[in-house]
């Protein structure tokens, strides 16, 4: 049986949406899913995974002073990324459904930040676009100790610090890509998550 979030789960994320812009749940997602990403991501050589860049298409570049995180896509080619892409489909079609906000595809990858690794403050949508929605973060890490760090700070367009989350396995933040700038505080062991945006077609959306 295919994993499925329900009703009330979708109407949760878009009243959030609606009322504060983003949303952080624990256990939500179902935990097979989230121990086969896990186990993925850990048995995964470093050859499959490369350095972050930042940027877009012919402007990307790879600067270690603002992140240091490496990462490999998604494909539905491996199963437990099938499955985690179908959740995020039954996400997207309920945003849709109940929010308009027209969006169109899912962009995803695993993200391992080695000891000392992190992501200065930054948007997701990038320079010249408005193509990227709404973003999701799922983390995949267990027993998280206050030691390991690696804390994701969300703050709201004027600078202010909104919420410090903790990425322990299972919890999974959804956000408007354009309002929320954040950042990865430096871990101290390997830290393992995926992140993806939703996209439209175009600039025009009805949210």
Known sequence: MLPQLSEAVM?????????????????????????????TSKNATWDDFRPAAIGRGGEQQFVESIRSDQIRWLTEQRPADKQYLDLMTQLREGMNKRLFMGLFDFESHYAIYEPGAFYQKHSDVLQGTRNRILTSVLFLNHDWQPEHAGELVVYDKADNKLETITPEFGKWVVFLSEHFPHEVLPTTVNRYSIA??????????GF
């Open 11 to 39: 109407d949760t994320i878009a009243d959030a949406l609606v009322e504060t812009g983003y949303i952080v749940l624990s256990n939500t997602l179902p935990a097979t899913v989230c121990e086969q990403l896990l186990q």
């Open 196 to 205: 993806g945006w939703f996209r439209v077609s175009n600039a025009n959306h």
